[in-house]
């Protein structure tokens, strides 16, 4: 599975970026879509996911301000950014996680979001 991330980029807080990840190679139904982030000095951290059949699960410090959500027949997943704050600020990486056997994890180039005060 290939993914091709776009999206990101400089906004001030208060604002909204959308986020893409277009899957190819593979039958997206078979995968758990996800966003991750990661700063400088510290481990990836998960964002938000959604299943194929689509519920969806987020970290914390998104929950009300972000939204995930997935077009099967496009095989793109998506994340709605909005109220975005400056520690939002990060690289974004698009995931997917087999959920057949085998299952593994396949990441994205990484997209950078940087939200400014």
């Known amino acids: 599975v290939q993914l091709q991330a776009s999206g990101g980029g400089l906004v001030q807080a208060g604002g909204s970026l959308r986020l893409s990840c277009a899957a190819s190679g593979t039958i997206f139904s078979n995968y758990r879509m996800g966003w991750y982030r990661q700063t400088p000095g510290k481990q990836r951290e998960l964002v938000a996911t959604?299943?194929?059949?689509?519920?969806?699960n987020y970290a914390d410090s998104v929950k009300g301000r972000f939204t995930i959500s997935r077009d099967n027949p496009k095989n793109t997943v998506y994340l709605q950014m909005n109220s975005l704050k400056p520690e939002d600020t990060a690289v974004y990486y698009c995931n997917a996680r087999r959920i057949i056997t085998p299952q593994f994890d396949a990441w994205g180039q990484g997209t950078q979001v940087t939200v400014s005060s």
């Open positions: 959604v299943t194929s059949g689509g519920t969806t």
